[in-house]
Each structure stands twice: as structure tokens, then as C-alpha cells.
């Protein structure tokens, strides 16, 4: 799929390293999406099935994390945790900035940053997320998504951990459609918590956000590698293609790239 924001080139390409983390190129610069970058083990409770498809020493100059949320193993490991202090820039909420070691900008839901590439000026603005639902904030604590914005280069939501469709039809009357949504998935549930409510976006919450942001392509994340997943890709295929929305789903495999 190729996206046309008024340029010749691709809007992004994003390798999915495994579980939320990707490495995204956009606007000239290297993002990386929460760190996970641990072998498997259990990590905070969690047990983690698979290493990352790219080492920490095979990724190169990371400009840009894009944490959504530090407290979650599944969010940031331990090796996760070690790799922000050699990354450029290190975003996330402004609780989790107090809480790490490694230099971070704590953002609360709308508020933006400039930063500079070598494609020019860009916003980095923080959005709300809900990590399950109404009223498991105190719990599950503060999470946020971004919205990546490069005049002339395209506009990229990544959701981080939410789970209600509600909070993301705020970020759509706010700031309007995407050119892309990385979405993150996997319809977490814990049985013992919110009456098994779900955590993050099924495949049929996914496919119903895509239709609200009016993204033209939606990656999805967050679907493989832990054992709390309930929900792998098929589930958010079958989704969209029961919402006649197949076309702009664009699912990246595990040490593979997308390009938009």
C-alpha cells in the first residue's frame, strides 16, 4: 500500500520487532515504540514467550521512544528499560518521567513538543488512553497515545494501551483523521481484574476505531509474545474484513517491514 500525502515518498516504514515495539522511520527521524526488548521469561508478573526479532544491539540510533506507559512489563521490560538511556529522546507520561532513571519528557493527554529531522519540524503531541474500562485508571494507571504530525509527511496516531472506543472518538474530534493508526491490539483480559473487561483493543474495537479515526491504514501491535494476548492477528483480520475494511489493514510480521 502506498499512502500520497502530497510527496513522492512513503508516509513511514515501520519493523515489527515483537509484542508493542516497533521501529518506526518517519519524518527523518527513528522512533521506537514501547521497549521490549527482553529474552522470554516473566517479567512484573507476566510471561513473556519470544525475544525481540531485533537485538538492542542490532537497532542502531533509536532518535525518538515513544513510551506510552513505563509500569507494565509488557510495555517495558528490563532490557527495554536499559535501552532508553542510549535513545536520543525518551517520551511518556509524566508520571513515568519521574519514575525512570534515564532522561524522559513527561506529556499529559494533549499537550505537544517540537522536534527537529532531517525532513524538517514536527509535532509530537500526547492523547489520552484508557488501559480498560471506566474507572480502572486508578489500577491500571495513566497511559497515553501519540499523535505524530510533519507538515507535508503524513499524520500518525499510535494508541498505546487503550481499550475504549470512547477516548478515541475524542482523539478523532480533536485532531482529526490519521494518515496512519498503529493500533495496539491483542484484546488483553486479566480474569482477575474488571470482571475479565478487556485492557486494549480487540479485533472488533480495532476495526470499529478504525472506521471513527477515518485512517487510511491501520498497522496493528501488540497481538504476539505475551500469554495475556487472548487474541492474535486472525482475530483482528477477521475483524476488519467483517467490517469491509480489509484494504486498510496492513499487518507486519515479526523482524519484517511495511511501508506506507
Do not use: C
Not at 11 to 18: E, K, Y
Not at 84 to 94: E, I, N
Not at 96 to 107: F, I, K, M, S
Amino acid at each position: 500500500m502506498r499512502l500520497t500525502v502530497g510527496y513522492a515518498g512513503p508516509v513511514l516504514r515501520l519493523t515489527l520487532l515483537g509484542g508493542p515495539t516497533a521501529l518506526i522511520e518517519f519524518a527523518g527521524l527513528a522512533w521506537l515504540t514501547d521497549p521490549t526488548l527482553s529474552p522470554p521469561g516473566t517479567y512484573g508478573g507476566l510471561t513473556k514467550t519470544s525475544g525481540p526479532a531485533i537485538t538492542p544491539q542490532e537497532l542502531g540510533a533509536v532518535d525518538v521512544v515513544l513510551l506510552s506507559h513505563d509500569h507494565h512489563a509488557d510495555n517495558l521490560d528490563p532490557a527495554g528499560r536499559e535501552f532508553l538511556s542510549s535513545a536520543g529522546r525518551v517520551l511518556t507520561t509524566g508520571a513515568g518521567a519521574q519514575r525512570l532513571e534515564a532522561p524522559a519528557t513527561g506529556l499529559e493527554p494533549w499537550q505537544s513538543v517540537g522536534l527537529s529531522g532531517a525532513a524538517g519540524e514536527l509535532t509530537v503531541t500526547a492523547l489520552p488512553a484508557l488501559h480498560g474500562p471506566p474507572g480502572s485508571e486508578p489500577v491500571t494507571g495513566p497511559v497515553i497515545g501519540f499523535l505524530l504530525d510533519a507538515p507535508g509527511l503524513g499524520r500518525v496516531y499510535v494508541s498505546g494501551d487503550n481499550a475504549s472506543l470512547e477516548v478515541v472518538r475524542s482523539i478523532a474530534d480533536r485532531v482529526g483523521p490519521p494518515d496512519v493508526a498503529i493500533l495496539f491490539v491483542g484484546a488483553v483480559q486479566l480474569p482477575q481484574r474488571f470482571d475479565g473487561a478487556y485492557l486494549t483493543l480487540s479485533g472488533d474495537r480495532a476495526a470499529q476505531a478504525t472506521e471513527i479515526l477515518g485512517a487510511r491504514a491501520v498497522i496493528p501491535l501488540h497481538f504476539e509474545g505475551w500469554t495475556h494476548f487472548t487474541q492474535g492477528i486472525e482475530q483482528t483480520r477477521a475483524a476488519f474484513a467483517g467490517y469491509g475494511l480489509s484494504e486498510r489493514l496492513v499487518v507486519a510480521e515479526r523482524g519484517a517491514t511495511v511501508e506506507l
